[in-house]
């Protein structure tokens, strides 16, 4: 079965401690995988799509890389309006559904 | 301009009555999506509008009836729902919709809050 996990499911940083989070999937056939960052009760807004093994994509303090069982999201010297809740999702398989991970929750200290 | 956009933000109703979410996009995107995400859960997919034609229903209860009138706006229609309805939900739209391995990224709007007493 096709599988999308997160980890850790929260984290709590200081102001200026980088960190990654992970985001490791088990499907057949990636055609893609894609961050978004969601705030509490509005929509995730998308930061990256990687496709392929190897492919890494920079935004401000962020960076999304992917390899052929993981992709990860390194934050670095992250602010307190860095926090939000982070989603990885999937699209694979020959009905190229997309599979939500449950996402991170990332909290930045002052 | 990668915008959703969503009316109404909130969305208040008992169980009887009969309401309807609106989602518009201007971006020239043929694909549509209606998700529903509860607290701390990852989004749902419910329906998938692809070229303004149903493509995807994930056995979604009949008291949902989504509608694409044209290719910039979808509609979610809602009749006789159940407390446990309440979420928010989620519209988002893709330049081409999922298939023969094409990839291609889904833009979300803001969501409406939906709370069914």
């Known amino acids: 079965e096709d599988q999308v996990t997160q980890s850790p499911e929260a984290l709590r940083l200081q102001e200026g401690e980088s960190s990654s989070l992970n985001c490791s999937y088990t499907?057949?056939?990636?055609?893609?995988l894609f961050w978004y960052r969601q705030d509490p009760g509005k929509g995730p807004e998308f930061l990256f799509t990687l496709y392929s093994a190897g492919e890494e994509k920079e935004k401000e303090r962020l960076k999304a890389t992917l390899t052929k069982k993981e992709s990860f999201l390194h934050i670095t010297a992250p602010k307190p309006e860095d926090s939000a809740t982070y989603l990885c999702?999937?699209?694979?398989?020959?009905?190229?559904?997309?599979?939500f991970g449950k996402g991170t929750r990332l909290h930045i200290l002052p | 301009d990668t915008e959703v956009t969503q009316t109404p933000k909130h969305l208040v109703m008992g169980m009887t009555n009969k309401k309807s979410l609106k989602c518009e996009q201007h971006?020239?995107?043929?694909?549509m999506y209606w998700y529903k995400q509860k607290a701390k859960k990852p989004p749902e997919l419910m329906f998938v509008y692809s070229y303004e034609k149903l493509s995807i229903n994930e056995s979604v209860p009949s008291r949902f009836s989504p509608e694409c009138p044209n290719s910039s706006l979808l509609n979610l229609h809602l009749h006789a729902l159940q407390p446990e309805d309440s979420a928010l939900y989620l519209c988002a739209s893709s330049q081409a919709p999922p298939s023969g391995g094409v990839t291609d990224t889904q833009y979300f709007g803001p969501g409406t809050r939906l709370t069914v007493l």
């Open positions: 999702a999937v699209q694979a398989g020959r009905d190229d559904k997309i599979i």
């Open positions: 499907v057949s056939g990636l055609r893609g």
């Open positions: 971006m020239g995107h043929r694909a």
